[in-house]
């Protein structure tokens, strides 16, 4: 059973900085793609960032390219997402999941339960 716990929401002011950490329990962390979604009220989970299970392949939404940063540690089992600038439509629920590097959240297995970002303007 793998489980992925996520922490470092909060509310933050327009052009701030969050830090999102993704914690996950198993052996089998290194060997999977990671990736970050994220949902507002009243809209649908869209993607936002993904990292291969080496690290060496990223890809982020137009949205957020260029102020957030995605890494990992697989020695720690922890999947980061570095947010900068934040603007309030960057406000949703954010989420960790394994998987894969696509854009498609249907292409990851498990999800943890998400943390709140807040950007107020």
């Known amino acids: 059973q793998v489980q992925l716990v996520e922490s470092g929401g909060g509310l933050v002011q327009a052009g701030g900085s969050l830090r999102l950490s993704c914690a996950a329990s198993?052996?089998?962390?290194?060997?999977?793609?990671m990736g970050w979604f994220r949902q507002a009220p009243g809209k649908e989970r869209e993607f936002v960032a993904s990292?291969?299970?080496?690290?060496?392949?990223?890809a982020y939404a137009d949205s957020v390219k260029g102020r957030f940063t995605i890494s990992r540690d697989n020695a720690k089992n922890t999947v980061y997402l570095q947010m900068n600038s934040l603007k309030p439509e960057d406000t949703a629920v954010y989420y960790c999941?394994?998987?894969?590097?696509?854009?498609?959240?249907?292409?990851?297995?498990?999800w943890g339960q998400g943390t709140q970002v807040t950007v107020s303007s």
């Open positions: 990292i291969s299970w080496r690290g060496g392949i990223t």
């Open positions: 198993g052996r089998t962390f290194s060997n999977y793609a």
């Open positions: 999941a394994r998987g894969t590097t696509k854009v498609d959240p249907r292409n990851y297995d498990y």
